[in-house]
């Protein structure tokens, strides 16, 4: 039996009393499903990760969460400009024992990871940014458009990279793409603005 990786029980907020985003909200993911959270934007998307992630405060409610690492959907606000990608990564996992894998997988090379952000692309850092997050060894994996930078062909590689990660991960996906959505997900949330 899978557990959860995480529980999000009635949870109410809103940045006003007359901008309601979540009243009495539930949601649970657990290990190995993948759910979609689908919507415009102003649906409050990014605010349930910023609740997730306690960057913001639950009203009501509670949020349990496990281990969890995120992909940004704007890689370039997701790594300090003036370290380089290796020494960013470095300083947050465990093991860089799958490192070589994973580079391959994401059609990444190695030379790369001794540049500083603004020196590669923005397909580039957002691959990275994958790399980081997996390397994290999550057990809650937050994926904000993970595959907005992306060409097709890559787009397509990264979301069966994070398909094969599902016996050890619960993935909350962020995404405008319902065809992806359809495509990947056990469970769609729609958002309505």
């Known amino acids: 039996m899978s557990h959860e990786v995480l529980r999000i029980d009635n949870l109410s907020f809103g940045y006003t009393k007359e901008r309601i985003l979540y009243d009495n909200f539930s949601l649970h993911v657990k290990q190995g499903e993948v759910v979609a959270i689908v919507g415009e934007s102003g649906s409050g998307k990014s605010t349930l990760f910023e609740l997730i992630t306690r960057n913001l405060k ?20 997701s790594f300090h ?32 990871l001794e540049k500083k952000p603004h020196q590669l692309s923005g ?18 994996l937050l994926a904000d ?39 990947c997900s056990d469970k769609i949330i729609e958002l309505k603005p």
């Open 58 to 77: 639950v009203q009501k409610g509670e949020i349990y969460a496990t281990s969890l690492s995120q992909i940004f959907q704007d890689p370039y606000t």
């Open 81 to 112: 400009p003036t370290y380089t990608i290796f020494n960013q990564i470095k300083d947050v996992v465990t093991s860089l024992e799958e490192l070589p894998m994973l580079l391959e997988s994401l059609h990444l090379e190695s030379s790369l």
């Open 123 to 140: 397909g580039q850092l957002q691959r990275c940014s994958i790399l980081r997050a997996l390397l994290m060894k999550p057990k809650l």
């Open 145 to 183: 458009e993970p595959t907005s930078a992306l060409d097709n062909i890559t787009s397509l590689h990264v979301m069966q990279l994070l398909m094969k990660t599902l016996d050890s991960v619960g993935i909350l996906l962020i995404t405008h793409d319902k065809a992806l959505a359809q495509w």
